[in-house]
């Protein structure tokens, strides 16, 4: 549970007001990296012995697990009965971003949750966006989901986003003023301090790139192509036939141009499985789930500079992650490139204009 000792140290710097971005701890010298306000939240795991901090992350994790299944059976509108609801949660535990969000003491689920209750929540709810600004304020990496609301045309939602995530940063920049600028003006651009953006690890673009072209700092050859990922992946999140389908494309295409995306960070692949399961797709369901429990970046030799020189038939083990979701945001933009989906509001089934969804898959 390695990040979880640098959480507890975050914690434990804004009780005795230490340099929140001055220390590293772990044998890997692992520092602070995320935004003041996530620091604040970390504080009662300053208060607990390490034994029992632990056990209680483990559980508390598992925990959400299961409610990250349950929202993401909300978000294909198939609601779990309890014994299915504890069976998928089981299962779910193999799947290797989740594991290793166990292993490490993560908060991914954590925001995971944030992000998909809120983005489920029923149109017109209170506060809705509420919870996706806060979780944005933890991890920044949520803020995409902003750019997806105002491309769908729900700026109410967007805007209620924006003024929570404004508020952790006022919250953070009152109660750690110095921490606060440091990280604004300074640390958020130091992406070299989350650590080795080339390495196995990392499933972003940038870290497929880089291995690709042997290129520690590939520069313009991953700039232009997450550019272009970006511009894609959140034009067709936005004309998507389904909400599910927008909420899903737009936090693969976030997890696809973010300079690090670690493997724990794929904890989407629990929503996009039972989506899939929910619709009938079930051979690409098993493909995904054999994708996501097959751990194939960590078969290929990855010590030391070893990542950058993999040969060509090892890239696509070291890179399993964003090929799988470059290869599900180009077949969803042909898919409905070929049969423009008209969604019915009463229904909320689908109609093309010349065949059925159904046929149009096929």
Known sequence: MADLLVYR???????????????????????ATYPPFAAILFVPAAWLPLPALKAAVLAGNTLLLAVLVALSA??????????PLCAATGLALWLEPVFQTLLFGQINLAVACLTLWDLTRPPGARAKGLALGI???VKLTPAVFVAYLLLRGRTREAATAVAAFAGTVALGAALLPSAS??????RLYETGRVGKAWIVDNQSLRGLVARVLGDPEPGLGWAVPAAAVVVAGLTVAARARRDGHGVLLTAFTALLICPISWTHHWVWCVPLLAVLLAEGRTRTAALVAFVFTARTMWLVPHEGARDLQLPWWQQPLAAAYPLLALGLLISYDSMISRCPILPTEQTGTLTCPSRSFRSARR
């Not at 710097?13 to 010298?29: M, N, Q």
């Not at 909300?74 to 014994?83: K, N, Q, S």
């Not at 600028?181 to 300074?186: C, E, Y």
């Open 74 to 83: 909300r978000l294909a509108a198939r609601p779990l009965a309890p014994a």
């Open 181 to 186: 600028a440091d990280f604004w003006t300074r």
């Open 9 to 31: 140290a975050e914690g434990a710097a804004v009780l005795h007001g230490a340099d929140l971005y001055g220390f590293t701890v772990t044998e890997w010298r692992l520092p």
């Open 135 to 137: 979780a944005a304020g």
